[in-house]
C-alpha cells in the first residue's frame, strides 16, 4: 500500500482524493493546518473510508514538521494541494499568499529531494491562461498575466516545477490545471465549506436556495457568450478527484526529471444562466436571483480542451453538470439541515 501525502488533505479536493486514493488501493497521510478547512472533514472521512486517515495537524511549510512526516512514513508521492485560495483576499494581502503558496511548495521538494520521493501532483488552475485568445483552451496556449496575486502564485509554482526538473533534480512531476471543481461526494459527508461570502457561483448558489443569502447577482450580461453571462467549465470534484490516482500511476511510469501539464476539466462551457436553469432543475426550486454589472477581474470565458488529459492520463469526466449540482445541492442541504 504506498503512502501519499496529500498537504491540504482537509480541504475541499484534498478530502475527496484521501477517498479517491483509498478506493485504489493507496494509503493517504494528511497534513493540514485547518486555516480553510474543519475537523468534521476528517470525520467525514471515516464515515466515508470506514477507517481514520493519518493527519498530521500543521502548517507545511514548517520544514521541521515536514522532515519529521517523512522520516515516520514511507512516503512514495505528494498531492500538493495546500494554498490560500481566495482570489479577493490575494489581492488585498498579497504576501500571504506568495509566503504560503511558494513557501510550502519549495519546502516539499526540498523535503523530497532530501527523502528522495520523486513523485507530486501539484494543484494549478485554469486562472494561469487568463483570458485565452483561442477557446477551447490547450496545455500549450501560452499563459497570460495574472489577474491577481492567487494567480501569479500559480504561475510562479509552475515555473519553479519546471526549473526544478531542468535542474536535473530527479523530481517526476504532473501540474493539474483545474477548470472550476464543483459537486460534493455522494454520501454528503464531504464537500466545500467556503468561510464568508462564496465568491464562487455554486456554494453562493445553494446558499441562496437554501436562504442563507437574500439573492443571487449575475456579475454581467453583456459578455460576448450565447446568453451574456460568463462561461466555465463546471468538473465534479470526484472526478478531480481520480485525475490525481491517474496522475500517480502515470507518474510511476516515466524517468526521472519529468514534468507534464494536464488540464482537468470536462470540456464543456456552461454559462452563469445554463447553471441557474440546471440547477433549478434539480433542486426542483426557484432560485431568486438578479442580473447585475459586470465584477472586476472576472474573464469572459473559459473551458477545457481535454484532449491530452483524455488520451495521456486515459482519464475522462464522467459526471454531468446535473449529476454535480445535485451534490452540491445535497452538500448544502446537510450543512443547512435542509
Ligand atoms: N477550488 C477551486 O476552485 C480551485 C481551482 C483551481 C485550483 N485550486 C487549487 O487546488 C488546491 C486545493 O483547493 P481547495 O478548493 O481544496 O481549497 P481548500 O481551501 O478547501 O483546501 C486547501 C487546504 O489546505 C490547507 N492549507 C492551506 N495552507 C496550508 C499550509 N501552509 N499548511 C497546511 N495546510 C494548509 C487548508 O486548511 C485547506 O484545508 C489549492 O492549491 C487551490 O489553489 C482550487
Not at 479517491?20 to 488501493?25: M, P, R
Not at 498579497?94 to 529531494?113: C, D, F, H, W
Not at 470540456?267 to 436571483?289: C, D, H, M, P, W
Request: hydrophobic residues 35%; proline residues 4%.
Amino acid at each position: 500500500m504506498k503512502q501519499i501525502l496529500i498537504t491540504g488533505g482537509a480541504g475541499y479536493i484534498g478530502s475527496h482524493t484521501a477517498v479517491a486514493l483509498v478506493e485504489s488501493g493507496y494509503t493517504p497521510i494528511i497534513i493540514d493546518d485547518f486555516s480553510n478547512s474543519e475537523k468534521s472533514a476528517l470525520e467525514g472521512l471515516k464515515k466515508i473510508l470506514n477507517l481514520e486517515v493519518k493527519t498530521y495537524i500543521g502548517d507545511c511549510s514548517d520544514h521541521a514538521l515536514v522532515e519529521k512526516i517523512f522520516s515516520e512514513n514511507e512516503i512514495s508521492g505528494v498531492i500538493h494541494f495546500a494554498a490560500s485560495k481566495a482570489v479577493g483576499e490575494s489581492t488585498q494581502i498579497p504576501l500571504k499568499y506568495y509566503a504560503n503558496n511558494i513557501g510550502s511548495l519549495l519546502v516539499m521538494l526540498e523535503t523530497m529531494r532530501k527523502f528522495d520521493v520523486k513523485n507530486i501532483v501539484f494543484s494549478s488552475s485554469c486562472t494561469v491562461y487568463g483570458q485565452p485568445d483561442e477557446l477551447p483552451v490547450l496545455e500549450s496556449t501560452p499563459r497570460k498575466d495574472a489577474e491577481s496575486p492567487y494567480g501569479n502564485t500559480k504561475k510562479i509554482c509552475e515555473d519553479i516545477l519546471h526549473d526544478h526538473v531542468k535542474s536535473k533534480s530527479g523530481a517526476k512531476i504532473v501540474s493539474l490545471r483545474y477548470f472550476n471543481p464543483i459537486g460534493a461526494h455522494p454520501s454528503s459527508e464531504i464537500g466545500e465549506l467556503p468561510l464568508g461570502v462564496p465568491a464562487n457561483l455554486i456554494p453562493f448558489v445553494t446558499q441562496t436556495a437554501a436562504g442563507l443569502r437574500e439573492k443571487l447577482t449575475v456579475f454581467g450580461d453583456d459578455y460576448n457568450t450565447k446568453d451574456g453571462t460568463c462561461v466555465r467549465d463546471y468538473i465534479h470534484v470526484l472526478d478531480l478527484a481520480d485525475a490525481h490516482v491517474k496522475s500517480l500511476e502515470y507518474l510511476d511510469n516515466q524517468e526521472d526529471n519529468f514534468i507534464d501539464t494536464f488540464n482537468v476539466g470536462t470540456g464543456n462551457g456552461n454559462t452563469v444562466l445554463e447553471v441557474i436553469q440546471a440547477f433549478e432543475k434539480v433542486s426542483a426550486r426557484k432560485l431568486k436571483y438578479e442580473l447585475g454589472p459586470r465584477r472586476p477581474g472576472d474573464i469572459e470565458k473559459v473551458w477545457a480542451n481535454t484532449d491530452k488529459v483524455n488520451k495521456v492520463l486515459g482519464w475522462n469526466a464522467k459526471y454531468s453538470l446535473e449529476e454535480s449540482l445535485r451534490d452540491s445541492w445535497n452538500w448544502q442541504k446537510r450543512l443547512s439541515n435542509l
